[in-house]
């Protein structure tokens, strides 16, 4: 009777946009910057959430994350959408099959899994090239062109999946799991928040609600019926690349008025280019116009009340 529930964690291990800050070959202000909070990876966040670790997007420095942040163990990976900068480390899941012996869950939309299959064609073969990549895809939602976006639903435990045993130069083969009965009992209910990386609705992305956080990137637009899915929150972020309009991410002002537009107790900037301010100016900036916008950093630690 006198448990308490613990509350919704998120660590952001990457806040940079698709290019990172610095950027290759760059030599501005914010790329040669001195301050810490400056070196931002591509973005990614990880999430404890009801006793269970979910990563959210995979990209190209998804090894060096996980490394940075001592992360040993994952139960599922969610996907915003199918863009390099948020799928393409995906191939480095191959560590947590072996040291867990347990394949990765894998969440996302429908044209999402047909990147991927793409993408990582020989992580999808009926038999697996030894050593190859143990992925059990969910799909949730549809494709392009939905509207209606995802339902909310349920994550469990790695513990359920099947139990891989390896096989020098024959790869792994599965053996069902015996899951205790406190591994049964993690679970958690997902809340997916449809929004779109075009204006003109060509790209949808999803972000994602857990408890009284939520984690939204790559946006260009989001509608009011989506936005309803967002009441209550602590905590809450969006992506932004620079203070003028782009044609696939909001604005600074935009990111402002989304911000208001929630209602978040706290909110924070990520998916962050070497085209803002520097971290310091821009929090300055953001506190000027509210003393609840925040900018987020690689390593930044948020939770529930």
């Not at 012996?101 to 990147?115: D, T």
């Amino acid at each position: 009777d006198g448990y308490m529930k613990e509350k919704t964690r998120l660590l952001f291990l990457g806040t940079g946009t698709s290019q990172g800050v610095p950027m290759i070959g760059c030599r501005c202000p914010v790329c040669t910057s001195a301050d810490p909070r400056d070196k931002r990876l591509r973005a990614s966040a990880l999430v404890h959430c009801d006793g269970l670790d979910i990563l959210v997007d995979a990209g190209p420095d998804f090894r060096y994350q996980m490394l940075r942040a001592d992360v040993r163990h994952l139960d599922a990976i969610l996907l915003t959408h199918n863009h390099k900068d948020h799928t393409g480390g995906l191939d480095d899941v191959r560590s947590f099959n072996l040291l867990e012996q347990k394949p990765v869950n894998i969440y996302c939309q429908g044209y999402v899994l047909e990147s991927l299959k793409r993408e990582y064609a020989y992580a999808f073969t009926k038999v697996l090239y030894p050593g190859a990549p143990e992925i059990k895809v969910n799909v949730i939602g549809g494709g392009v062109g939905d509207e209606d976006g995802a339902m909310p639903f349920e994550l469990h435990s790695n513990a359920l999946e099947d139990t891989l045993i390896w096989e020098s130069a024959k790869g792994y083969h599965h053996e069902k799991a015996c899951p205790s009965p406190e591994e049964l009992a993690l679970r958690t209910t997902v809340v997916p928040i449809q929004g779109w990386h075009h204006a003109e609705k060509k790209l949808p992305v999803l972000g994602y609600r857990f408890g009284k956080i939520a984690y939204m990137t790559d946006l260009k637009l989001i509608e009011d019926k989506e936005i309803e899915k967002l009441q209550g929150l602590d905590c809450v972020t969006v992506n932004c690349v620079k203070r003028s309009s782009h044609h696939s991410h909001f604005s600074l002002q935009e990111a402002v008025d989304f911000f208001r537009k929630v209602g978040a107790k706290r909110s924070y900037l990520t998916h962050i280019s070497h085209l803002l301010p520097a971290h310091e100016e821009l929090e300055a900036e953001l506190q000027s116009i509210d003393k609840s916008f925040h900018v987020a950093y690689d390593g930044l630690e948020i939770s529930e009340d």
